[in-house]
C-alpha cells in the first residue's frame, strides 16, 4: 500500500512542468521508481501463490493424485498468479520469474529438482508455463480492448 501512495505522489510529481536540465532526471526517476513499485508487486503476487498453493495442498494432502493437485492448482493458483499481469508490460526477465514460480511448485510436488523431469512432468500433463498462458491471455485482453466501445480505448489502439 505505500508504495502506491509512493507512485501516486511521483505522478502528480512529473504532471508538474519541469523544464531545462532536470526534466531528463525526473522522467527517468519516475521510470526507475515505477520498475521498482512493479518489482514489489510481482513478489507480492508470488507469494499469494504459494500460499494458495499450500492452502490446496494442506487441505487435500497426499490423498489426492497428482493430476487432481495440478488441475486444483491451475483453477485456483494460477489466476492468483496471473490477475491482472496482461494489462502490464512484463520484461522476459518478469515472464521467467513467474514460470520459475511454477517451476518450484512443480518440484515440490513430484519431489525433484531436475528440470529435465520437470519439462516431462509438464508435458505428460499437459500444462502449460505460466509465461505461455499470459501470452495468450494479453492476446484476449488487447481485442478486447481494441474491439471496445470506449472512444478513448480505440483512440490509443490507433
Known sequence: MKNFRLLSIIV???CVAINGPLKKFAIWTFILLSLAILK???MSIRNRFFRSVNAILGKVGRVASDEVILQL???K????LLY??????LTRSDERSLDFT????????????DMNIIEDCQAYFGTQPPSE??????CKFLEQYR????????YCCV
Open 12 to 14: 502528480e510529481l512529473s
Open 40 to 42: 514489489a508487486l510481482c
Open 73 to 75: 492448482v491451475f483453477s
Open 147 to 154: 474491439n471496445s466501445s470506449n472512444c478513448l480505448c480505440r
Open 77 to 80: 493458483s494460477i489466476p492468483v
Open 133 to 138: 498462458i499470459l501470452t495468450k491471455r494479453r
Open 102 to 113: 511454477f517451476n518450484r511448485f512443480m518440484m515440490k510436488l513430484f519431489g525433484t529438482t
Open 84 to 89: 491482472g499481469l496482461e494489462s502490464l508490460p
